[in-house]
T-cell receptor, first 116, second 118 residues
């Protein structure tokens, strides 16, 4: 069964510092990978996605992520964090090559706190 | 405005009292899904629907029912709620292009329904 692991439950950074949130996945050959963000009291919003092609993908709000097949990772990065980036971030995967059409699996989430 | 609307947003109920959480989307999306969110567990899929009259179980379907009689609506039914169903519930939808095509995973989420079962 496919699975997604976000090793960091909670990360704290200072405003203006760089950020990297880790995501590792485990399963079949052809993943569709996503990062979603959840602001307090809100639903989830798609930040970026990887389907194929260039392994470095750009998203909204200045975020980017890099797909590394050899490491089964899809880490999210931002060069300079803003206080408004404080939220919970979820990595997710769809097994595009499997039979579980419609199954999007989420990681446990990483809570980001930003200090002024 | 494109949106997924859930109701109610907040509900406190008692064990065994049937309830329905409604979900409606106005984007003509084929794919709809229900998730529950619990601290430390992320989002877990309850049920999903690839199209009208097509539903399937997710990871945690026990204690829940769904129906998809119309494309825009996907209600979640708790026939006999129990305290372990206390959670934050999200409905989501996405465009799913044709039979056999994989769900793109680009989900649009509702704002969530916080359910407490006493």
């Amino acid at each position: 069964a496919q699975s997604v692991t976000q090793p960091d439950i909670h990360i704290t950074v200072s405003e203006g510092a760089s950020l990297e949130l880790r995501c590792n996945y485990s399963y079949g050959a052809t993943p569709y990978l996503f990062w979603y963000v959840q602001s307090p009291g809100q639903g989830l919003q798609l930040l970026l996605k990887y389907f194929s092609g260039d392994t470095l993908v750009q998203g909204i709000k200045g975020f980017e992520a890099e797909f590394k097949r050899s490491q089964s990772s899809f880490n999210l990065r931002k060069p300079s964090v803003h206080w408004s980036d404080a939220a919970e971030y979820f990595c997710a995967v769809v097994d595009a090559g499997g039979t579980s059409y419609g199954k999007l699996t989420f990681g446990q989430g990483t809570i980001l706190t930003v200090h002024p | 405005e494109a949106q997924v609307t859930q109701n109610p947003r907040y509900l406190i109920t008692v064990t065994g009292k049937k309830l329905t959480v409604t979900c409606s989307q106005n984007m003509n999306h084929e794919y709809m899904s229900w998730y529950r969110q619990d601290p430390g567990l992320g989002l877990r899929q309850i049920y999903y629907s690839m199209n009208v009259e097509v539903t399937d179980k997710g990871d945690v379907p026990e204690g829940y029912k769904v129906s998809r009689k119309e494309k825009r609506n996907f209600p979640l039914i708790l026939e006999s709620p129990s305290p372990n169903q206390t959670s934050l519930y999200f409905c989501a939808s996405s465009l799913h292009e044709g039979a056999g095509a994989v769900n793109t995973g680009e989900l649009f989420f509702g704002e969530g329904s916080r359910l407490t079962v006493l």
